[in-house]
């Protein structure tokens, strides 16, 4: 038995002690035995499968589809202040890590993050970093598939992996939320340009905003005249354009601009006055104000 005070050891680590043949066996062979089994297999475990926080990763150790090589913390503090991270986000790490991403959204954010990590045991070990960094009520790290987990509750994602698996990540990401905040470290979306980008020595990070599915035709009217136009609109990604037909005349948009939910543009009424519009779109609605002539309009919009 393992007294008290002993440490508990390997059995590579035990010596073996001759047997006296001058002693006595004891009657209670068989229960010796059994406690003996139960030791040995006890032993063998906390060899084999040490406990979580003596986990310690090595930088470009090979995980499902990806290496790890750590994010600096000033290239995170950046992506964070990027993305405008507050205590009112939700942030999920995809491909979390050591935690350090959740762990400073938390800390110097004050947000509420979660992990989503391949690895079950770097899974662990970024549970304990949290632990440690006193935010383990803010951070949840949990082992799981990116592809699989659900984190549409995210107003911020942020990512590093590789360009095949951001490209294939895409699509569930503009299907969420119109304005949550997606921050890359090193690698981008493909033809989704960033909106922002910042950089920390040799490594940087891309920044992007969802943006709302607006392309269409949509009836634009004011709500007080129920002056009427149609409003045209293409879209490819964040980038927008289109025109304005008035009574039988077509005028392009000027300075068409969508970040999140938010939309803004320009255009020539058949007065010559320049109207400026910024709506904000709901699925097949918007609603907003055009300024003309300094003074301001409600206005809405309906997609046909």
């Known amino acids: 038995m393992v007294g008290r005070g002993q440490k508990l050891r390997c059995p590579s680590q035990l010596k073996a002690r001759p047997l006296n043949p001058k002693t006595p066996m004891k009657t209670s062979f068989k229960p010796s035995l059994k406690l003996a089994t139960a030791l040995l297999a006890t ?10 926080n ?10 499902k589809d990806v290496i790890w090589v750590p994010t600096s913390p000033e290239l995170v503090r950046r992506m964070l202040t990027m993305a405008k991270v507050s205590s009112q986000d939700i942030v999920y ?10 762990i400073t959204a938390a800390k110097q954010f004050g947000a509420r993050a979660y992990g989503i990590e391949y690895n079950p045991q770097m899974a662990l070990h970024a549970q304990s970093n949290a632990r440690a960094a006193g935010v383990e009520q803010q951070v949840s790290i949990r082992q799981g598939d990116i592809f699989e987990e659900k984190f549409d509750e995210a107003t911020v994602v942020t990512l590093y992996l590789l360009p095949h698996l951001n490209l294939k990540l895409r699509p569930t990401l503009l299907k969420m939320k119109p304005g949550t905040r997606i921050v890359s470290h090193a690698f981008d979306m493909g033809e ?12 940087h990070a891309f920044l992007w905003v969802v943006p709302s599915a607006v392309q269409g035709t ?4 004011e709500v007080d005249s129920k002056a009427q136009v ?14 304005v037909t008035e009574k039988g ?4 948009l000027l300075g068409a601009e969508l970040r999140g939910d938010k939309l803004a543009f320009r255009y020539m009424g058949l007065d010559q006055q320049l109207r400026s519009i910024t709506a904000q779109v709901s699925g097949n609605r918007m609603q907003g104000v055009m300024t003309l002539q300094g003074g301001q309009l409600p206005i809405e919009a309906t997609r046909r």
Do not use: M
């Not at 003596?54 to 995980?63: E, F, I, L, V």
């Not at 005349?249 to 392009?252: A, G, L, Q």
């Open 218 to 221: 949509w009836t634009l009217q």
């Open 43 to 52: 032993l063998l475990i906390a060899c084999v499968n040490p406990p979580a």
């Open 192 to 203: 989704w340009e960033a909106d922002e980008k910042v950089s920390h020595e040799y490594a």
């Open 249 to 252: 005349r077509k005028t392009p």
């Open 230 to 243: 149609q409003l045209e609109i293409d879209q490819s990604f964040q980038r927008i354009g289109g025109s």
């Open 93 to 102: 790490d995809l491909g979390a890590g050591d935690g350090i991403i959740a």
């Open 54 to 63: 003596d986990y310690q990763p090595q930088r470009g150790q090979s995980g």
